[in-house]
């Protein structure tokens, strides 16, 4: 596996090398059951405030919705950019329509403007 692979690229690389030899879930309904179990297992270390613990499930998160994600034979790296994409479009929107700075600006004033640019 190459080291400088972008690592949701090396976790579908990892996942997809582990379904050739055979390990592999059964079906969708299960690779979902991983992410919520992951899910739990991120809020869980959030109580314990330990940030390597933390960032581990959340690692652990991650690799589970990129499983999900291929079991829907949708692409995670796309998917991720498209909506980074949308963000950007609307974060721009803001900032466009904004009738005084940002930093300015109450939550409540922008999450106003972000559904604007949702329409």
């Known amino acids: 596996m190459p080291k400088g692979l972008p690592a949701i690229v090396k976790a579908l690389r990892l996942q997809e090398k582990a379904k050739a030899v055979g390990f592999e879930w059964e079906n969708i309904e299960q690779v979902w059951e991983k992410v919520e179990e992951e ?22 998160l991650f690799f589970a919705l990129i499983n999900y994600a291929r079991f829907l034979n949708i692409d995670p790296e796309s998917a991720l950019e498209k909506v980074n994409q949308k963000f950007i479009y609307r974060f721009q929107f803001i900032e466009q329509n ?22």
């Open 39 to 60: 899910l739990a297992e991120v809020k869980s270390a959030i109580l314990t405030d330990d940030k390597a613990e933390i960032e581990m499930e959340l690692g652990d």
């Open 98 to 119: 904004a009738q005084k700075p940002l930093v300015e600006m109450t939550l409540t004033e922008m999450e106003a403007l972000w559904q604007a640019a949702k329409m």
